[in-house]
């Protein structure tokens, strides 16, 4: 018995250390933080939006950016965050032979721009659009808006990682 519990550690050892070697040796790493080239950032999304909420705390906790929230303070951060249009979309895909829906599609669309205070675009006019199907049947109707609001949520996160990694690609202010 001591020999069998013996060898199943050593074979779970092993099979430690070779996924270990093996993720290592192709790269992979954990996600950090990004590195921005500005220290201080002002955003206009729309008082309420879900998605300029999520950013504002995403962006909030990394304590190398100061998050300007405050209009009267704008003058203060180094770059503007523009966001020309934030909307949410739910688009009907698929119908049955008897008009009924069987199938949306999802999606979330951000319009922005980064600029200087004193009016230089670093990142012109942009648009980011994620998009998911959705099937959808009046039987389980409840449980298809608990989904809808599941995706929207995943959905929101993604675009905020898009544009997190949109500013962080910018090299110089």
Do not use: H, W
Not at 2 to 17: E, I, P, Y
Request: hydrophobic fraction near 45%; charge should be positive.
């Amino acid at each position: 018995m001591k020999r069998r519990q013996f060898t199943l550690t050593l074979f779970n050892t092993v099979v430690a250390s070779a996924s270990v070697a093996a993720l290592s040796g192709c790269g992979f790493k954990m996600r950090g933080s990004f590195n921005y080239p500005f220290k201080s950032i002002y955003t206009t999304f729309v008082l309420g939006s879900t998605l300029g909420n999520e950013f504002k705390r995403v962006l909030g906790a990394d304590s190398q950016i100061n998050l300007i929230t405050d209009a009267a303070q704008a003058d203060k951060a180094q770059v503007v965050l523009d966001v020309l249009n934030d909307q949410r979309e739910k688009v009907v895909v698929g119908v049955t032979a008897a008009g009924q829906v069987r199938e949306f599609q999802l999606r979330v669309r951000l319009k922005f721009k980064l600029r200087t205070q004193d009016g230089r675009e670093i990142i012109p006019d942009t648009e980011l659009l994620i998009q998911r199907d959705i099937s959808f049947t009046e039987t389980a109707a409840l449980a298809k808006e608990n989904e809808e609001a599941l995706l929207y949520r995943d959905m929101q996160s993604d675009m905020v990682q898009q544009l997190l990694r949109r500013l962080a690609a910018v090299k110089s202010i």
